[in-house]
């Protein structure tokens, strides 16, 4: 089955610790993206990937990074300078040029920080 | 900088009853505008793309329009069913910003 998996599913860390939510997906797509997802607004972008070893901030890139090493993964990190880190994050990918073609998504972790 | 607006929040409708779903936004300058459904507590998942040269798509009981120069799209459900039920949310594409979001119909498909 081709896909987009995250895992953990759910994350508790406490506050002033990093941590890295994993993306990985093997639909062969080059463009990668992560977003948070908060009550009340919409999906917000963090950082995306065209290919390999290049990233690029989005909108609220502050507070995390993110590394491209392999087609396929793309993991992010929330470090503790990311001042409200408890959210919903949501991986996606989609095929050439970044935001030219359909998105698809992953499932999802739910981050809370304490 | 891009603005998207769904409207209205939330929605509840009899089984059957076809519907429809808005979606605008203040720059015309896009290159696609993506529909997606949202089950609780999960991802997205993709409904319908639609380029900037487009004016429609369809996918089975699911057609979207496009406006560019309104700044409108519309989701048109037909027939709707209990498994409808969902946060359906439209995503604009282009220009500065990459991509912007709106945050969502909830719709209720009473059986």
């Known amino acids: 089955d081709g896909g987009i998996t995250q895992s953990p599913k759910y994350l508790f860390r406490k506050e002033g610790q990093n941590v890295t939510l994993s993306c990985e997906q093997n639909?062969?797509?080059?463009?990668m993206y992560w977003y948070r997802q908060d009550p009340g607004q919409g999906l917000r972008l963090i950082y995306y990937?065209?290919?390999?070893?290049?990233?690029q901030k989005g909108d609220i890139a502050e507070g995390y990074s993110v590394s491209r090493e392999k087609k396929e993964s793309f993991p992010l990190t929330v470090t503790s300078a990311q001042k409200n880190p408890t959210a919903f994050y949501l991986c996606?990918?989609?095929?050439?040029?970044?935001?030219?073609?359909?998105?698809?998504f992953g499932p999802g972790t739910r981050l809370t920080v304490t | 900088k891009q603005e998207v607006t769904q409207i209205p929040a939330a929605l509840s409708v009899p089984e059957g009853e076809n519907l429809v779903l808005n979606c605008s936004f203040t720059d015309s300058a896009i290159y696609n505008l993506q529909w997606f459904r949202q089950d609780p507590g999960k991802g997205l998942t993709s409904l319908l793309l639609?380029?900037?040269?487009?004016r429609e798509q369809t996918s089975g009981r699911l057609n979207a329009s496009l406006d560019k120069s309104s700044g409108r799209s519309t989701l048109y459900i037909a027939a709707s069913q209990p498994g409808d039920s969902a946060t359906y949310l439209c995503?604009?594409?282009?220009?500065?910003?990459?991509?912007?979001f709106g945050i969502g119909t909830k719709l209720q498909v009473i059986p």
């Open positions: 639909l062969n797509h080059d463009a």
């Open positions: 996606a990918s989609s095929a050439g040029q970044p935001f030219s073609y359909e998105q698809y």
């Open positions: 995503a604009v594409s282009g220009g500065y910003q990459k991509v912007t």
């Open positions: 990937s065209q290919i390999v070893n290049d990233f």
């Open positions: 639609i380029q900037s040269s487009q």
